[in-house]
């Protein structure tokens, strides 16, 4: 039972402009000044939330106790609560979060509670951004044609989504057409301190930081303006939209130092790709990382946004720059109003939570220290299939070269040497013919939230593509170019500096405001080139300015997909291929004959900074989300039911009734052991969640494809995997139904496995249903960072919906464990220096697991099989909290017993 707050002592008053506010005075402690900034606002939330109930005295003190335990690596581990301030969903995630609620909503009147009670009590923010694909490109009308198509394939969706926005209270619905949910978060909802008058007596105002939890790997783009916020799978931020605190380990956190300056040729995107590489060589996972040093001055919020919204690339929890006067003056830039801006800072000066980069005295107490300086770092890009793989452009035409040799690999695409030279040519509809070969780019994109929301890369490659129009430039005409703004503001900004019309001329049109190709929406390719491609079985290119890249997710044609800045992107369309040395060769030749190397259209950084200071200003920011909330008129004349439970539709193919509260009782169900479970499938290393529950197009051979007919639907018409997330019959289908999966059960990459009683091989799903019809429970073996990518909690929902138990693996990405958790699978883990072959494992054992009644966080229990091969893993359940989702069935069964009881 919640308790009065033994801190209510550190209550203090705030006067600004003649208005009284109150905060907790954190700065108080004795301890506070040496706490990294991003333990600070851990620690405020504690002492606020502190009810003695969900937060507890004993955890104010353990993070008041952070250098002790976390100033050096130990094994100590600590677990606290956390409250955010607010969650943040886009529409991927947030339509099977609506679903579910909705369904909660249901079964709380099922068990005769009061449905009205599932409701967020937390601010919760919804940004439709996943849906927009480029079907259409290289054309004036390329935008219309997109969005109206949109609107086409998710009319259920949306319509759905404009019901919760009714039905529920507290959440706030940003429609399609809008821009990235991070860009959006950055440039619009952000608070970055709460004034918020709801829980106070007499409406005094309580002042807080701001923080936040998504439904999107990439919240972490927000620690750029100084906001603590982090991706969480989807059923963990439904919880903390209950009103629930986050269980979390106190984290070390690593300080990151940087020095120096940017060489002006260099982009911020060549920074975050070397931070990126360098921290994963480190190891962050699970720990926070914290900017500091007179270089971030240096940086615009823009850039220090960019390096944070990358943070899932390089593995940590949080990549954090505190507030600083450049925080402050991006506040005012981006029209927050003035008056709100003096009260962060006067809130923030109060706490002593205002940082000066430059005065060392400042630095507080790392678990770490590692650092950078600016001036070291070279132009870029990542590839070309992990985002961690950064390759300087001046090595890439070795490195490509290389690639294609090697082994099979992430490095690796084994190409025989006969084969190198291979071209394949086609037809295109100019009357021309054109070629292929290994190396040829087909997809270029400016997309994605990581560079979109960056004016300087945005209008560097507005300036790029002007001087390579006046030289008379073009790009090949079956190259796939799209741009697709973060927001409005980036195509207002464009368009005020004059870039567009050469964009334009080079390909680069408008295609929507949405994340389109980084998550798999780029589209369809010209049935000739894709033929062209598979027929000669070429390595053909995607480079885009995205944060992911990972083997099958950007397009199925291009098997090599490499993350380069906006002027990146430019540069290769122009060149036609990867498999150049710019620095010896032209980038093309001017009509005249003159040869043109990239070094020749390549504008500096004062160049960009110039025409960014010119024509990036407030007005731009008031002008575009002053209507934001309002939609388009084809959202505005959406006619979406109303009342507090959603009627469902029993022929949707979009939003279904899902089955996860089917026979659920108040009472808590007994926990079993697992007994003679056949392994679904055995998975290797960096198993991503775009392997277990793909965003992208639904093949016509799959499960889902097959199910989508037997409604009535044609190819056409199905839509994407992630659009069809409110759907849980389809989403099951497509488990594992990446065309990229290696299953070492079978023998090529694919979604297929083996039914090991018959030996016969066949789709996942089919395969799946056939153990559960047979009453045989099912494990997943896996190996390394299982579920990293982004925080898909379809990617747990899918394999419970299979039938899988527990899930054996080397290593877990942090959030995917968490969801693992959450749908009730026990996260089991090899002792270190084990794996599947170390101790002996084929995958096609019979395997049972006992688990004790007192099971603790982190025991080690033992794993028999019937060929006599035994061998002990720990369970990760990491805290009690875990324990307890587990015992209820998940995290949501948990939630509703809460409810009622």
């Known amino acids: 039972m919640a308790g009065t707050n033994p801190f209510q002592n550190l209550q203090k008053e705030l006067n600004v402009n003649g208005e009284t506010f109150h905060y907790f005075d954190i700065a108080s402690f004795e301890e506070f000044k040496e706490l990294p900034y991003s333990i600070r606002v851990l620690l405020e939330s504690a002492v606020r939330n502190c009810d003695n109930f969900q937060v507890l005295e004993k955890d104010v003190r353990g993070i008041l106790s952070w250098k002790a335990t976390k100033s050096v690596k130990t094994d100590t581990e600590l677990e606290i609560p956390f409250k955010p301030a607010r969650v943040i969903l886009q529409d991927f995630t947030g339509v099977p979060a609506v679903v579910d609620f909705a369904a909660m909503r249901d079964a709380v009147l099922k068990l005769g509670g009061d449905p009205d009670k599932i409701n967020p009590i937390c601010p919760s923010d919804l940004v439709i951004d996943h849906s927009v694909q480029v079907d259409f490109a290289r054309a004036p009308d390329a935008l219309t044609k997109n969005q109206d198509l949109e609107f086409e394939r998710n009319k259920e969706r949306f319509t759905f989504l404009k019901w919760g926005a009714k039905a529920f209270n507290n959440m706030l619905i940003i429609p399609p057409g809008s821009g990235i949910v991070h860009q959006v978060n950055l440039e619009y909802l952000a608070r970055v301190v709460f004034q918020d008058d709801s829980k106070s007596k007499d409406s005094v105002k309580m002042l807080y930081p701001d923080s936040v939890v998504g439904t999107d790997s990439h919240t972490t783009m927000i620690n750029g303006l100084g906001v603590v916020g982090w991706g969480v799978g989807g059923i963990e931020a439904e919880a903390v939209m209950l009103g629930q605190a986050i269980s979390m380990l106190l984290p070390e956190v690593i300080g990151y130092k940087l020095v120096g300056k940017l060489n002006p040729l ?130 890439m035409q070795k490195d490509f070269r290389e690639c294609l040799i090697n082994k099979v690999g992430f490095k690796g695409f084994a190409v025989p040497e006969a084969e190198l030279s291979t071209e394949g040519s086609f037809s295109w509809n100019d009357g021309k013919t054109y070629s292929l070969r290994h190396g040829s780019v087909v997809i270029a994109a400016i997309t994605s939230c990581t560079n979109t929301s960056n004016p300087s890369v945005m209008l560097g490659a507005g300036l790029l593509a002007k001087k390579a129009v006046a030289l008379g430039l073009k790009v090949a005409p079956y190259i796939k170019t799209s741009l697709s703004p973060g927001s409005g503001v980036v195509t207002y900004y464009l368009k005020e500096s004059g870039v567009v019309p050469a964009l334009e001329e080079l390909g680069f049109h408008v295609v929507g405001y949405g994340c389109m190709t980084c998550i798999g929406n780029s589209g369809p390719l010209d049935d000739n080139i894709a033929n062209t491609i598979e027929k000669n079985n070429l390595v053909c290119c995607g480079v885009l300015s995205g944060n ?354």
């Open 266 to 395: 260099v982009t911020s995107t060549d920074l975050v790709l070397t931070i990126t590489k360098h921290l994963r060589q480190i190891g962050v996972v699970g720990k926070f990382v914290e900017f500091f040093g007179p270089g971030v001055s240096e940086l615009s919020i823009a850039d220090r946004a960019t390096i944070s919204n990358m943070c899932p690339e390089y593995g940590a929890t949080v990549g954090y720059f505190p507030i600083d006067q450049n925080a402050l003056d991006y506040l005012r830039q981006t029209n927050r109003a003035d008056d709100k801006v003096q009260v962060i800072e006067a809130y923030l000066k109060a706490t002593n939570q205002l940082r000066n980069f430059s005065d060392a005295s400042q630095d507080p107490v790392f678990t770490q220290i590692v650092e950078l300086d600016l001036s070291s770092v070279v132009t870029s890009v990542s590839g070309p299939k992990r985002p961690h793989d950064r390759v300087s452009v001046s090595e």
């Open 548 to 901: 992911r890249n990972f083997e099958g997710r950007i397009h199925p044609n291009t098997r090599a997909n490499y993350l380069a800045s906006p002027l990146l992107v430019i540069a290769y369309a122009l060149a036609g291929t990867v498999d150049i040395d710019f620095e010896k060769e032209p980038i093309g030749t001017s009509p005249d004959g003159t040869k043109v190397f990239l070094r020749d259209i390549w504008p500096t950084r004062q160049e960009i900074q110039a025409v960014e200071k010119q024509h990036v200003i407030p007005a731009m920011f008031r002008d575009v989300y002053a209507k934001v909330e309002m939609g388009s008129p084809s959202w505005q004349d959406l006619n979406a039911p109303t009342g507090k439970l959603y009627p469902w539709d029993d022929v949707s193919t979009y939003i279904k009734h899902p089955p996860f509260f089917e026979g659920m009782t108040r009472d808590l169900p007994k926990l079993g052991n697992i007994v003679n479970a056949r392994a679904l499938l055995n998975l290797g290393d960096s198993v991503t969640t775009d392997h277990i529950s793909p965003a992208g197009s639904i093949a016509r051979n799959s499960p889902a494809a097959r199910y989508l007919s037997s409604r009535g639907l044609t190819p056409r018409e199905f839509n994407s995997y992630g659009s069809r997330r409110g759907n849980d019959a389809v989403m099951a289908r497509g488990t594992f139904a990446n065309i990229r999966l290696v299953n070492k059960l079978v023998s090529g990459p694919g979604p297929r496995t083996l039914h090991i009683p018959s030996g016969e091989e066949m789709d996942v799903f089919d395969c799946a249903e056939r153990y559960v019809k047979e009453g045989t429970p099912l494990i997943a073996i896996v190996g390394k960072d299982y579920g990293s990518g982004s925080s898909r909690d379809w990617a747990a929902k899918g394999p419970y919906l299979l039938g899988i138990k527990a899930v054996i693996a080397e290593s877990y990405e942090r959030i995917h464990r968490s969801n693992l958790v959450g749908m009730g699978i026990v996260p089991l883990q090899y002792l270190d220096g084990q794996n599947a072959d170390s101790v002996g494992l084929t995958g096609k054992e019979l395997f049972s697991i006992a688990f004790p009644e007192n099971l603790k966080p982190h025991d080690k229990i033992t794993v028999e099989t019937d060929t006599g091969v035994k061998f002990q893993v720990i369970v990760r359940f990491d805290t009690e909290v875990d324990l307890e989702y587990y015992r209820n069935g998940g995290i949501l069964n948990y939630m509703i017993r809460k409810m009622i009881s």
